[in-house]
Structure formats: structure tokens, C-alpha cells
């Protein structure tokens, strides 16, 4: 393979705070660790997010791309998110300085895991290329490194089976983009040992990430399960012309979406009563969409190339939207409602 990126030299072993932005959790709040040496295998959308968040937190991260390439253009998306945070605010310059000196690349998988404790995989959502990689990083990495997959919906328990030990391996599914969104599920494989659940943990919530616990390596996890029901209404309201693609978001971002990070999808349940909520399910479930499979609304915009903003057209006709606007509209959300945790 190509020549690995110099590693700066490692700094003795410290104990680090994690980062304000997301100090939310009692967990994550005055919890000191040492400086772990920490892999991020993965460049694309959702690797350089993550390895800038444990950078902050005070590790050594490793970031490997498959080219001097990609690797660099990893590095500067890092880079990026570090800075970006550092001028919102949410991180102190010294912090965002110090995270850069840990932070580094490598075309070389040896060099990248080759002390690594944890071992964070983020690479294409397919079955067999995770555990030709699971396969190859675990003849390199340290016997008790940890190994993590940021996998949105494939089982851990199938792409750890290619494993030796198993037991230390467990998905880590970082929500995008990971370095603003607190929530990282950790899902719990057939084999997945409660110890290296507990080390994940530990490690996240002293980052600063909000993590929950799946128990059951079910495809789409927690989260996905979640919104993917909800997606199959939507499409299903569309479908049948009973609301049309803006106010079905519309009804969301501005009836119950704005009131979930305060008042969870089960307390408004136990609020109104789960006497009234059985009655309310009684005859609201069966009318529901039910489909086992993607809808025909998805197959058909598919088929004929309507693949959403980067086509100019989806379920919105995006030759008046600005993509960047919108991302950029989310983001600053996401930002400022991190402000107000960080302030309380």
C-alpha cells in the first residue's frame, strides 16, 4: 500500500474532559479517562465526524482512507468539524488546538489499528466488504482492541462471525452528522460480551455522545426502527392523496417533532394515559399502513431517475431548493439547540 502519514509523536497518557458541546448527561459530565489510542477506518460521510469527536475528547485517533486521497480529503472534513465547533462556541480554542495534534492519517491498516484499543468501522453498508475488513484488521490490531461498526441497519452478529472473538465486537451507529447529533446506539450482538459494551459506553459517554443500549441485534436498531415506521406513513399519506409531501413535513416539524427532545414518544403516553392511548390504537392501528415491502411511491420515482436533491427532483421538485441551504438550516438547529444544553 501507499506510504502512511507521519502519526505526530503521542503525548503521555492524561486525563482529558469531554467536550462541552454535548455535556448534557451526568454520565458524560465530570468523568476524567486516559488517552486512548482510538483507529477510524472510513473517510466518506460519517468517519471524519466521528474521529473528530474522540479527537476533542482527548484521544489519539487514527483516521485511514484506502488512498493519500481520500485520506486527506478525511483529515480536512475533521479539520472542519473541529473548527466549525470552535467557532460556534462549543469548544475552547485550546481544545480544538489540542485535538489536532492527535489527530492523524494512514493508508497503512497496520499502522492505523496497529495499537489501537477501539477499532471504529465506517466504511460502504455492505455485508461482505465489513467483515473482509473485520477479518483483515483483526490479525493487526491489539488482542483486546474493541472493535466497533458504525453499520445504520446490517447485524453485528453477521459481520463479527468472521471473528476470532466476537465477543469484542459490538456496532456503534453514530447518527449523522456525528459531530453535532448526540445519540450513538450501541447494539449488542448474539456474541457481544457485556464487557465490551461497557468499554464503549464508557468511552462515548466521556465524549460527550448520549448512547443507549440495543439488547437485541435487530435489523435497524433503535433509532432507524423508529423513524422508518414513520417514513412508511409518510409515504403512505403521499401515496394515497391524503396530504401532499409538504405538509406531511410540515405536520412533523411542527406538531409532535418539536415537542421530542422534551417530552419523549412514551411520556406522552403515560401523560394521557395509557387507558386513553389503548382506545385511541383500538381503531387508529388497523387503519394504518402496514406494508411489508418499499412502497410503490419510492420504486416509481426511482425507476425514472427522481432520486431527490442531487437529480433536482424526489419527492420535492428541487429546482427551486437549495440543498446546502437546507443542510445548512439543519445543521445551525442543531448548533443552537446544542448552545442552550451547554448552557444549563
Known sequence: PPAAAARPNRPQAAAVRSPPYTQDSTRARDRNQLTTDIAVIGTGMMGPGIAA??????????????????????????????????????????????????????????????????????IVEVLTEKQKLFSQLERLAPKAAIFASNTSGLPISRIAEVLENPRRAATTHFWNPAHLMPLVEIVKGERT??????????????????TVVVLKDVPGQLGNRLLHALFREAFHIVQEGIASVEDVDLAIKTGPGLRFPAYGLLEHADMIGLDMQLAIDSYLF???????????????????????????RGLYDWSGKDADAVRARRDRFIIDRLKERAMR
Do not use: I, Y
Not at 411489508?292 to 420504486?299: K, R, S
Open 53 to 122: 469527536c474522540l479527537a476533542l475528547a482527548g484521544h489519539r485517533v487514527c483516521l485511514f482512507g484506502r488512498t493519500a486521497q481520500s485520506m486527506d480529503r478525511g483529515l480536512d472534513a475533521a479539520r472542519g468539524a473541529v473548527d466549525l465547533l470552535r467557532r460556534e462556541g462549543l469548544v475552547g480554542s485550546a481544545q480544538a488546538g489540542s485535538s489536532a495534534e492527535r489527530l492523524c492519517g494512514t493508508t497503512d491498516p497496520a499502522a492505523a489499528v496497529g495499537t489501537a484499543q477501539f477499532v471504529f468501522e465506517s
Open 193 to 210: 460480551s457485556d464487557e465490551t459494551v461497557a468499554r464503549l459506553r464508557s468511552l462515548l459517554d466521556g465524549a460527550g455522545k448520549q
Open 286 to 312: 388497523a387503519e394504518l399502513c402496514n406494508l411489508a415491502e418499499a412502497p410503490a411511491l419510492l420504486e416509481e420515482r426511482v425507476a425514472r431517475g427522481d432520486l431527490g436533491a442531487r437529480t433536482g
